[in-house]
Every structure is written in C-alpha cells, then in structure tokens.
C-alpha cells in the first residue's frame, strides 16, 4: 500500500492506539494535518503549543497512557520545549511530533527552522530526525515504545516537509529492535531478600514512595506492603495519591514544605525504603543531614538514580511493582507480619508527633455580619474544595503557594487524582494540564487550583477548553502576588519586596474568563467561598473559573528553609516571634 | 598527561548514527563531566561505532557518568578499561623546528621512539609517533627543547588485553541481561 509520509505518520499513530493529540499546525507540519480530517484520532486545537505539551502531560498522568502533541517547527518547538522538560523531570510518557523544514533546505536558516533534535536532546529521553519517509512507522512504533517503558518519559521524533510529502509502501513493524534499550524489570533475587530481611528487621522503618509508584502501577502493591509490615509510609509530591492519606499509616508529603511528622520520621528512621523516588533536593534537604542514621533500600527502574544522591544499603533496579510483590512475597517468607520487630514505640511516637504538630492556620471571620478586613486565608478555600468534591476529583496544580497548600489540605484517597509539575515546577502547567486530564478522563470532574502568577501564563488555553467543550474548574487563589516569591522576600531577603507584586485586580480576572467563554466567579469572603463552589460544581457544559481574593500575607509552613538539615524545619509562625531568619 | 590516576578510559559501544557523538558530547556538558579525550570510529560491524574516552573522575564518580550513559537508547556497551588490562595507542603528529643543524639531533630522537618522519621543509620536519600515551609525553617533553611549531594529538583509542579478557574485562554494568 502505497502512502504519503503524513498518511503514514498519523496511521502510525493510529496502530499505536491514540485516541486524542494535542496540537496546532503550521507550515512545515501542514501535510500531516490533512490525513487528520479522516482519522479516527481527536484533535484538539490548542492556543499555543505550549499548551499541547502540558495537555498531553496532563493527558498521562490521569491515564497512564502517552500524551500526543503535533505541532509545527521552528517557534512551536521551540515552544513545546518546556513541555518536554517538565515531562522528562517527572517522568511523564509524552510522545511530541514536530514538523520541520524540508531536508533539503535543512541548514540554511530557512523560515521556521530551528535545531530542533538538539536543542531538545537534553529534555527528551531520546529524539529522532526522520529523513525517509519509509522510516516513519517504524520510528513512530520506537517513540511509543521509549516513552512508555522502562522510566516513562518524552520523546520527540521531527518530520520534515518533504518526508511528509513522499511516498512509502507501508509496512508496520512487529516489534522494536533498539540493541541499547533493554530496561530492567525484574529485581535481583538476592537484593530482594536483603530488603525483606532488613524491612524485617527495622524498629524505626518508613516507606519513602516516589511518583516511580504511580508511573509503575504499584499503589495497591505498595499498600500491601506498608500492611503486611505495619511500616508508615510519606509519599511525596509526586507521589500524592499513591497510599490513600485517609489510611492510618499514611504520614502524608515530606520535604520542604511538607509537615513535621512526615519529615522527622525520616530524619529519625533506622530503615528508609525509597520506593520510586530520587532524593530530590526538594525532599532531602541538606544531603549531608538527611536521614543520618537511616540505611537505605533504593528500588529504582532507573539504575542511575540509585547512588546518584545518597548511596544505598540495598540497590534495587526493576520495576517498582513487580519489586514491591516481590518484596512482599520475600517478608511473608520470613514469616510476615508475625515476625516483624517491635515497632510499637516508633508508632506511638510518629502519633506523638502528628498530635503535637499537626498543618495548622487560621481562618478568621468577621461578626455583626461586616466582611470588612476579613482575609481569606487559602488553605480555608481547598479545605472547602476538598469537601465539596467526589474523592476520585482530579486536582491539578501550577507550581508555587497554591500547589504546597493544594498538596497538604487536599486529602487524596485514589493514585492519579493529583496532577501537577514538580520536577520542573512550571509555572502555567495547571490549566492546560487540567485541561488534558478532564480529556482523558471525562468521567471525572477536575478541579484546576491555580496561583494568579500562573494563571497568567497558560490562561489562553480556557479558549481551547470553551470550543472544545472541555468542562473543567479552575480555582485562582489570587493574592496578588508571587506569592513563594514573595514569602521568600519576607523570610530571607529583609521584607524588600523586589517585583513580586501584581495587583488583585489587574487583570480583571472574571472579565477575563467570561471573555474566553467561562462562566466567572468572584470570592471576597470567607462566607462566599461554599456557594460559589456549589455553583461551579453544578456547571458541566463549560470551564467555570472561581477567583478567590486570599490574604496575600498567607505564607506556606512547615518549611525547611533551602539548604538547611531537615532538623531545622521551622513549624509555622509562634505568635509573638519574628519567622525571619 | 599528568594525574592519570584520576582518568578512566571507557570504550562505549554505539549505534552508528547520525547525532549519536552530539548525543555523549552533549551528556558530558549537561552533566558537568570532564572529558579528557576522545577519540570515534567505525568498528569492523557496520551498525556499531566506538567512543573511546578518558573522562576525568574527579567531576563526577565513575559510575554515575557510566549509569548516565547507559540512559542513551543509542549506547549499546560500555566496558571501562583499565591501563593495566589494556592495550592503549594514541597517534600525535608534531611539527618541529629544524634550524641550525638541529634536524640530525631530532631525527636520532625520532628514531630512538619509533617515529616517523612524514614530511620535510627547509627549517621544519614533521614526524608522527604512536605509542602509549605516556610515551608520547615523553617525546612531547624532549621536542620542547627544540621550538615545537605544531602538534595534535588524537587521544586514545584502546582495546582489552587479549589474554586476558575474559576474566580482566570488568564490564561496569550491562544494559542486557
């Protein structure tokens, strides 16, 4: 069968079972987007390419499948390009496919040519430059299969003109043949029992879950473990949602922000088993004072993370699914939960501590029915968000004060609730991120919590979510400020506040929504804050946008401040006492 | 070439295709990896080229720049090689001065180190000389006494000892298996 490059291209995609691509066309990518029109696949026409990337982030993380996103050369890669880097921080299958100029005119500076395959190789688990069109449905066949195995993450494969033009017999292949790709699943029998024996053996264990939990599928083997051993689990940012925070073993986020049990159980614990996740700087604090008495347990399909930060005691390489029932199989072979060590004064003093200090601020409200100066304080919004939405809602976040807060008072019950950047921690990543996991999963409904600061980045994209009748719900917490940046000016930089402000008004956010074919709300006060989330919970037909005017003085706590061991993690406010350092 | 010690020679196995060297060189860059030297051709399988480069582990641990590596889908193998197991070359063209009746004293000296002479001016000879990278220091060190115009050296390029490979040859971890 004789076909163009671009019939072969989206037919490739086609057999690679894609149901949805984010995207906007332009020149060089032009001849792929007429095959379009008689595709089985949805296109979504986003507003700036941008937006394509972080719709199809948004798209896997809330499916597990590979986001798509097609767009032109030149300025929409170079657009696309943040996308790619959010993606491959955290992990995310993305498969980008970019137009270029003609092979011919490669090199010369021709019109919307750039380098894309370099100026993308050091975000992308791998890329390609397609110069045969009788490659395509091979190379298309290696992206998916790159992105999708081993650790998940992006790959971009660039298409120029005339490959889309040419014709090829189409032939799709069996199977992939890369000789350097062979990921490693299956753990190593004997490290394996050494993680059963000293789990087993630990009087002070915690389980350290990182997003490796979700990318694998292993939140109902993690959960048997934690069971099977009684050990407390933290998952981190990444990993929200992979150990139900209503269960009594969960201890919730740890790391900079993340609340004082969580971090001191690791900086005391005897065994860390870090399932998934990578010692971030993030989580760690300073490396040198992390967990100073812990041994490690690394279990990691990446084999370059383990020892990366911290070295372990037991290296795991493999599939945190399989490694983890395998694990499990290991301890009930030692004889389960009978033979686990006495953990019974570590238990009572992680309740000790999630009693003494347990998330805390204070929403007050005004008497005698006057509003006036009364602040919202944000986490009083989530709060009530959180309580106001089915417990399978998805919740995706930007990156600032808005998404700690998001990820302290939310209580995640389910894996693949909680979308948002954290590798990255880009700003603008929530509203077109909501936007692909609401199509991912329109079965859900999804709540976008956004800052004003991000809100203002990616913002066009509710004009997509309005045409294509994507109905998600976005939450600004608007305060007016950049706000991290902002409670960083006031901690450490003396209160000289340095181009962090940007107006509560300014732009006029309902305006703004209502423009993009939102339905817009405005929140000032405490009291407005329920009703208005009825009335968005209640819309289904189009995006709806709530704007919440909060305390612009809020600042995010616990916090470990940058640098600093883990011990000097600062609670929150005493009153009467200066929080400067 | 001082301070070997804190040098390490891998011998990276690629896929011979376009983009793969930008591919290492751009790995090192991002990840604050020194390279030493670098040297890339064609293996006698037509699908395979190998990388051999001497990276300075005092930037980053061995095993991490191996690990990071390996995350190439291009890098197929990579075997460190360790001076003692190896059989190292390198190859370095020097072009010296010959004025004042120096040309008969370099020449002895070239001969002494099985050198060649590749070209001959009126004032200038041109040798090249492969051997052992700390052999070719020594020469480099001895032409310094006469007026050394030019000189390139290509970096090495080394294989396993032949005897004793299968024992010797420490592959730092395998893609496959």
Not at chain 1, 153 to 166: A, E, F, I, S, T
Not at chain 1, 190 to 215: C, D, H, N, S
Not at chain 2, 60 to 85: G, H, M, R, S, Y
């Amino acid at each position: 069968m004789k076909l163009t490059g671009a019939q072969a291209l989206i037919k490739s995609l086609e057999m690679e079972g894609v149901e949805v691509m984010f995207g906007l066309p332009g020149g060089a990518i032009l001849p792929a987007y007429d095959p379009i029109i008689d595709s089985s696949i949805r296109h979504i026409l986003v507003r700036h390419e941008q937006g394509a990337g972080h719709m199809a982030e948004g798209y896997a993380h809330a499916t597990g499948r590979p986001g798509v996103a097609l767009v032109t050369s030149g300025p929409a890669a170079t657009n696309i390009v943040t996308p790619l880097c959010d993606a491959y921080m955290d992990s995310v299958p993305l498969v980008a496919i970019t137009g270029q100029v003609p092979s011919t005119a490669i090199g010369t500076d021709a019109f919307q040519e750039c380098d894309t395959v370099g100026i993308t190789r050091s975000v992308t688990k791998h890329n390609e430059l397609v110069m045969n069109p009788q490659d395509i449905p091979r190379i298309i066949k290696e992206a998916f299969h790159i992105a999708t195995t081993g650790r998940p993450g992006p790959v971009l494969v660039d298409v120029p003109k005339d490959v889309l033009q040419q014709t090829m017999d189409w032939e799709w292949p069996d199977s992939v043949d890369l000789p350097g790709y062979k990921p490693n699943t299956k753990g190593h029998p004997k490290m394996i029992k050494e993680a059963a024996r000293l789990i087993t053996g630990a009087r002070r264990p915690v389980i350290y879950a990182g997003g490796g939990i979700l990318k694998a599928r292993a939140a109902e083997a993690l959960r048997e473990l934690a069971e099977i051993t009684g050990i407390p689990v933290v998952t981190t940012l990444m990993a929200r949602g992979a150990f139900p925070d209503s269960h009594p073993l969960c201890l919730g986020m740890p790391g900079m922000h993340g609340n004082y049990t969580a971090v001191t159980s690791m900086q005391k614990a005897d065994l860390l088993i870090a399932l998934g996740s990578r010692f971030d700087d993030r989580v760690t604090g300073k490396v040198s004072a992390f967990a100073p008495d812990a041994k490690i347990v690394h279990v990691d399909i990446d084999p370059a993370e383990l020892g990366k930060v911290r070295r372990p005691d037991v290296p795991i390489v493999g599939d945190c699914r399989q490694v983890i029932e395998e694990i499990v199989k290991a301890v009930k072979a030692l004889g389960g939960a009978e033979v686990q060590a006495d953990r019974s004064a570590w238990i009572a003093e992680i309740r000790q501590w999630q009693e003494q200090f347990p998330l805390h601020y204070e929403q007050s409200w005004g008497g005698d029915g006057s509003d006036d100066g009364v602040a919202l304080k944000p986490q009083y919004v989530l709060e009530c968000l959180r309580d106001s939405t089915p417990d399978d809602c998805i919740l995706a976040s930007g990156v600032g004060q808005h998404q700690m807060w998001a990820s302290q008072y939310w209580r995640f019950e389910h894996p693949y609730t909680w979308v948002n950047s954290g590798g990255l921690g880009t700003m603008g990543f929530s509203v077109p991120a909501a936007i692909g996991a609401k199509v991912g999963r329109p079965d859900r409904m999804v709540w976008s919590v956004d800052g004003d600061g991000c809100f203002q980045m990616t913002a066009q994209e509710l004009v997509t979510a309005s045409a294509e009748r994507i109905p998600i719900k976005v939450a600004i917490l608007n305060n007016a400020y950049l706000g991290m940046v902002r409670q960083w000016q006031e901690m450490f930089y003396d209160e000289r506040y340095s181009e962090v402000y940007l107006s509560p008004d300014l732009p006029d956010y309902v305006k703004w929504a209502e423009a993009m074919g939102c339905v817009a709300l405005r929140v000032e006060s405490p009291e407005e804050v329920q009703p208005a989330i009825d009335k968005a919970n209640e819309i289904d037909d189009r995006p709806v946008v709530v704007e919440f005017r909060t305390d612009s003085s809020e600042k995010v706590f616990p916090m470990v401040p940058a640098g600093s061991s883990n011990d000097d993690i600062v609670v929150g406010p005493v009153p009467g006492q200066d929080v400067r350092q | 070439m001082t301070g070997l010690l804190r040098h390490h020679t891998l011998s990276v196995v690629v896929e011979n295709k376009a983009g793969v060297l930008a591919r290492v060189a751009g790995l090192f860059a991002r990840r604050a990896y020194n390279i030493y030297s670098l040297a890339v051709a064609p293996t006698d399988d037509e699908r395979f080229s190998r990388i051999t480069v001497v990276v300075d582990a005092e930037s980053a641990p061995l095993e991490q720049i191996v690990k990071q590596l390996f995350k190439l889908i291009n890098v197929v193998k990579i075997t460190e090689l360790a001076p003692e197991d190896s059989v190292e070359r390198e190859l370095m063209l020097l072009t010296v001065r010959t004025s004042g009746g120096q040309r008969s004293e370099v020449i002895e000296l070239v001969d002494v180190y099985d050198g060649k002479i590749v070209d001959v001016g009126h004032d200038a000879i041109t040798v090249a000389v492969t051997g052992e990278p700390s052999k070719l220091d020594a020469f480099e060190e001895l032409m310094r006494a006469f007026s050394i115009v030019e000189l390139q050296r290509t970096g090495r390029v080394a294989l396993p000892q032949l005897e004793r490979q299968a024992p010797r040859l420490r592959a730092v971890s395998g893609k496959v298996g």
